[in-house]
């Protein structure tokens, strides 16, 4: 198949080459939407996987907002101290996925985490180092999580109109 392929590239009959151009941009397009699925919904259900987690009563010691190179968007900075099993912790995680977020976002997530406060931690039982002040999937991870069907049949869409075509075109 692929020595076929790479002939038809090479061809000096335009139709043919326009016709493997168009094979390669369809698979392309399925095998990225495949691979790229795969990512999100992994990572999607690592943030479910956070909600199962032990929690425990931590101390946040520190809330930063920096500004993100996105327009409008700043990340949310924290840290905390927590004791599991009698040995001290400090974490910094806020969410699974932490990215930038909109300025009204970050205005609730100040007000939810106030610097000298207590608040849940939720840890991994098998390396407490690793801890969330807000476990589970949010509203960006099942947006996300939405996407990969359209993806998917973007990519299945085009190898089928490339199909269509291919058996169209006079041999």
């Not at 032990?54 to 327009?71: F, L, N, Q, W």
């Not at 990340?75 to 101290?81: H, K, P, W």
């Not at 205005?107 to 039982?125: C, I, K, R, T, W």
Request: positive net charge.
């Amino acid at each position: 198949m692929s020595i076929r392929f790479a002939t038809a590239l090479l061809s000096n009959d335009r139709s043919t080459r326009v016709q493997a151009v168009r094979v390669f941009v369809a698979v392309s397009c399925f095998l990225g939407a495949f691979f790229a699925g795969r990512m999100v919904l992994a990572d999607f259900n690592a943030a479910r996987a956070t909600s199962a987690w032990p929690t425990t009563t931590g101390m946040v010691t520190r809330v930063a907002v920096e500004p993100s190179d996105k327009i409008g968007k700043s990340f949310v900075r924290v840290a905390y101290d927590f004791t599991v099993d009698g040995q001290s912790y400090t974490g910094a995680g806020l969410r699974k996925r932490e990215g930038p977020w909109l300025q009204q976002r970050v205005d609730e997530l100040m007000a939810e985490v106030p610097v000298g406060q207590p608040h849940a931690v939720s840890y991994n039982p098998a390396n407490p180092n690793e801890s969330l002040l807000l476990p589970g999937a949010d509203f960006q991870d099942y947006v996300q999580l939405a996407v990969i069907p359209g993806l998917a049949g973007f990519g299945i869409g085009l190898v089928v109109w490339v199909i269509r075509l291919h058996r169209r075109s006079p041999a």
